[in-house]
């Protein structure tokens, strides 16, 4: 990246390129010792795919497409009186995003002078091939007639940089071929094609003066890149579509059936795709909630969770990061479990023991001791949200095998200084946590491990494993406990650094899964932990995101929401601040980075579509709506205050818990709220408590025995239908003092990175 624009710097480049290399850009970078100049500023992205498939395309925020892993890029580019005009050079507010519909199929619109041009991408099957369909449609938005051009341009670059092509080819019945492979079918021949090298410069240059060029070029530096051309003159209001078609993965032109792919059929399969999507969304998980963008937003990353599922592996994004961890599995497969896909989650996990050493050890990368831990946990939570003993029966010996590896490895360290008795080894597990230490954070994901290999001993009746991992589990807290304490009795700000004898750092971010999701430790009982959290909130957020120091040097999308979850545990209203946080940084297309710029809120880590950050959105939603504590269903825990306004309502449908299948409708009214409750239990809860945005005081309009607590009811049974009285707002919230809201001022705060 770094020699190619320093010497090609009069070449049109990708959005982020062209921002990032711009001194006049907020977004500038210097290239000076950056011997990579990797896209540190807008990593944003949107997959696009077929439902079911194992690749993704992505479309960039000004429309380009890259088809390939790692490869090239489709643009498209327009030219009006005689000038090329270029998405990647609009500013922002000539450029709008989309989804259609809520699911994968992105619209781009972008104003140009004189002219709108729309693209939309969608995937679809081509006899059993999956494939992008590239629809550009260009508009004259004048009063007279517009001769212009709509072009097609195929660029070696792609949202990370440089994508080398050597070899690059232009067959006259209509496609281009990179490295001898169909890269892109044209639907309609064009009247203009050419194609470049290195050498002879970027074809943007050389299109005004050229008409033609060889059909073959071989550029040795592997910049060999093309355009074709669609020229036309549009009457006032007049639009011109035409459609470039791509396969998702290289393939040999021979094999691909391009007699059979015509514009007509491609234009139907639009409708195909959408029906496709709405019937896979029926099925799972459906809620309603108020706000038009918590709405969108969970409509959105529903379908892309699916879209990231492959069937035999669940990946973290679709370009970065396509490839599997059992650190995002869990979270994810959680996520595609409670919203109902338990066929999906079940075919992901039976592929589980492929992955695990002969030791035991379940392995993503070698030096990563939490994923054990969290294969367990992820297998686990898909037996208590189904009840399916049949799968857990066959996972079972891989649990086994995972149990004793824990236990083995927590040992095989001789207890130092750095090393307390009973942890695990030094290593550098989630990277975002820090270089290698014994962080707490592989410790909790073991410890629940252990736990849960002695619940799935129990359930089968394997009674001989039950007692010994008993055993380990007991003992493992106490060293788990032990070294705690000492750490909380040295500590000067009595919070739990991220690894023993480490000073307060964003590591610490790791511990809050104790609390969130493994449930470990109850963050509402549990003072460390608590601390914790409000040193991790006062000190380590840059406004209302999480700001991962640790490597990411952004704001953190998928940790600030972990937070957010415990502040939702906590009841603490500060949860919607950074919920709505996020909101703002989402993309368009409802999506985020890993990790956020500060300065240019565009992705400056990792994946620019992250599947973690897409589950915890999940997760966050249904939290607020419904969430098993214990042997305790918990309803309506923490709503935005605008949602508990009369006239307002909630409701999901088809919801999946540890106790059974549960549908709810929550109704706001003056002074009263109404729940409808109808529940299909499996094993039934202790209780159920309704949680209510004022104390209750009395209850009327039911047959079913009901609790009145501070700041809600509690009962029992599969159907209820009641009406709350509540008391008049305005009195003092006594549920809410006994829970004081992250934020206080115990210590000073850092200063803001900025204002």
């Not at 009069?10 to 970078?29: A, G, L, N, T």
């Not at 699911?103 to 991408?121: H, N, Q, Y």
């Not at 609790?707 to 509540?726: H, K, M, N, Y």
């Amino acid at each position: 990246n770094l020699h190619v624009l320093s010497v090609n710097s009069d070449w049109v480049w990708p959005y982020w390129m062209e921002r990032q290399s711009d001194p006049h850009d907020s977004s500038f970078i210097p290239r000076a010792m950056n011997v990579t100049y990797l896209n540190l500023t807008h990593r944003n992205w949107t997959a696009v795919g077929v439902l079911g498939g194992q690749r993704e395309a992505i479309v960039d925020p000004r429309g380009a497409v890259t088809p390939w892993p790692n490869g090239w890029s489709l643009d498209t580019w327009l030219e009006v009186d005689q000038q090329l005009r270029f998405p990647s050079r609009l500013p922002d507010t000539q450029v709008s995003q989309e989804l259609v519909e809520g699911i994968p199929w992105i619209r781009t619109t972008m104003k140009f002078p004189a002219a709108t041009l729309v693209t939309e991408d969608w995937a679809v099957s081509v006899e059993g091939r999956a494939c992008i369909v590239h629809l550009a449609t260009l508009t004259n938005q004048t009063s007279s007639p517009l001769p212009c051009s709509l072009i097609f341009a195929l660029r070696p670059t792609n949202p990370e940089g440089i994508s080398i092509i050597k070899r690059l080819a232009y067959h006259t019945q209509g496609f281009l071929l990179v490295e001898d492979q169909l890269a892109v079918a044209l639907i309609e021949k064009p009247a203009k094609w050419l194609l470049s090298t290195h050498r002879d410069g970027d074809v943007a240059h050389l299109f005004p003066r050229r008409s033609k060029s060889d059909p073959i070029v071989h550029c040795p530096v592997g910049l060999a890149n093309a355009c074709v051309s669609y020229p036309t003159t549009l009457q006032p209001g007049q639009s011109m579509s035409r459609i470039a078609v791509m396969p998702l993965e290289p393939t040999h032109p021979r094999f691909f059936p391009l007699q059979t792919v015509r514009g007509e059929h491609l234009l139907m399969t639009r409708e195909d795709t959408r029906r496709e999507w709405s019937e896979k969304l029926a099925r799972g998980l459906q809620i309603e909630v108020p706000d038009a963008r918590y709405q969108q937003c969970f409509n959105a990353n529903k379908a892309f969770l699916l879209l990231l599922n492959d069937g035999y592996e669940i990946t973290a994004g679709p370009f970065t990061y396509h490839r599997h961890w059992f650190r995002d599995a869990a979270y994810m497969l959680s996520a595609l479990s409670r919203l109902g896909y338990h066929q999906e989650v079940a075919q992901v996990l039976s592929f589980y023991p492929l992955k695990q050493w002969k030791n035991g050890y379940f392995c993503s990368q070698k030096g990563e001791w939490d994923s054990t831990g969290q294969a367990i946990w992820s297998i686990m939570e898909h037996y208590r949200l189904t009840g399916d003993v049949n799968c857990l029966r066959d996972l079972y010996p891989a649990v086994r095998r995972g149990a004793i590896w824990i236990e083995k490895k927590r040992h095989d360290v001789t207890v130092s200084k750095t090393k307390p008795r009973g942890l695990m080894p030094a290593g550098f597990s989630a990277e975002h946590l820090g270089p290698n230490d014994h962080y707490y954070w592989d410790n909790f994901w073991s410890l629940k491990g252990l736990e849960d290999a002695l619940e799935a001993a129990r359930v089968l009746g394997i009674r001989e494993d039950a007692e010994k991992f008993q055993s380990w589990a007991e003992s493992y807290r106490r060293d788990i406990l032990h070294a705690i304490q000492k750490d909380i009795e040295h500590s000067e700000v009595h919070a739990l650094p991220a690894a023993p004898g480490r000073p307060p750092d964003a590591g610490m971010i790791g511990n809050i899964c104790a609390a969130y999701p493994l449930q470990l430790f109850s963050i509402t009982e549990t003072q460390w932990l608590r601390r914790t959290l409000e040193f991790i909130r006062n000190h380590l957020f840059h406004g209302d995101g999480f700001y991962q120091e640790m490597i990411h040097s952004g704001i953190n999308s998928y940790l600030t929401m972990q937070v957010a979850q415990c502040l939702v545990q906590l009841k603490d209203e500060e949860a919607f601040r950074l919920i709505d946080y996020m909101l703002e940084l989402a993309s368009p297309t409802w999506c985020w980075p890993e990790a956020i710029h500060p300065r240019t809120l565009g992705g400056c880590m990792g994946d620019g579509h992250h599947g973690w950050a897409a589950a915890e959105w999940l997760l966050l939603m249904r939290g607020l709506l419904i969430e098993e504590a214990d042997d305790e269903l918990h309803l309506t825990r923490l709503l935005p205050k605008s949602w508990t306004c009369p006239g307002q309502s909630v409701s999901l449908q088809n919801a999946p818990t540890y106790f059974g299948k549960v549908q709810l409708r929550v109704e706001f009214f003056k002074g009263y709220s109404r729940i409808n409750f109808d529940a299909d239990w499996r094993v039934p809860p202790r209780r159920v408590i309704w949680h209510l945005p004022a104390r209750p005081v009395s209850v009327r309009d039911t047959e079913t025995p009901v609790t009145l607590l501070t700041d809600g009811i509690a009962f029992c049974g599969e159907r209820v239908s009641l009406e709350v009285q509540l008391e008049p707002t305005g009195r003092p919230d006594d549920a809410a003092s006994e829970h004081p809201k992250i934020g206080v001022e115990e210590m000073p705060h850092r200063p803001p990175l900025r204002e």
